[in-house]
Nanobody, 114 residues
Framework: QVQFVESGGGLVQPGGSLRLSCVASRSIFRFLGMGWYRQAPGKQRELVADITSSGSTNYQDSVKGRFTISRDNAKKTGYLQMNSLKPEDTAVYFC????????WGQGTQVTVSS
C-alpha cells in the first residue's frame, strides 16, 4: 500500500492559483495511476483529476481547462496546478492511487474566498 503526504493548500482569492504536491511513501508509485480527490464540507469525496503511470490524464468537467495534474516519478511526487480558482473549489484535497485507493492522508485545505 502506498501512502501520501499532501501540501500546498491555502487561502486564495477567486481567480487565483495554487500548486498542490503529494509525496508517496514507496517507489512503486511510478507504476501506479494516481489521482487528486477533494471533499467539500457536507459532501462526498470526489475524484477531480487522475494520471496514469505513463502520463495520460483525465479531468472532471468542472476543472477542465483550469487544473493540470502531473507527476515526477523520480521524486515520487504528484502535483495539481490549479488556476482560475472558484469558491466552489473550496475543499480538502487528497491524493491517492486510483485503483484500490489505500488509507487517506490528512489532505491539504484549499479555501477560495475574497
Amino acid at each position: 500500500q502506498v501512502q501520501f503526504v499532501e501540501s500546498g493548500g491555502g487561502l486564495v482569492q477567486p481567480g487565483g492559483s495554487l500548486r498542490l504536491s503529494c509525496v508517496a511513501s514507496r517507489s512503486i508509485f511510478r507504476f501506479l495511476g494516481m489521482g487528486w480527490y477533494r471533499q467539500a464540507p457536507g459532501k462526498q469525496r470526489e475524484l477531480v483529476a487522475d494520471i496514469t503511470s505513463s502520463g495520460s490524464t483525465n479531468y472532471q468537467d468542472s476543472v477542465k481547462g483550469r487544473f493540470t495534474i502531473s507527476r515526477d516519478n523520480a521524486k515520487k511526487t504528484g502535483y495539481l496546478q490549479m488556476n482560475s480558482l472558484k469558491p466552489e473549489d473550496t475543499a480538502v484535497y487528497f491524493c491517492n492511487t486510483v485503483a484500490s485507493p489505500g488509507s487517506w492522508g490528512q489532505g491539504t485545505q484549499v479555501t477560495v474566498s475574497s
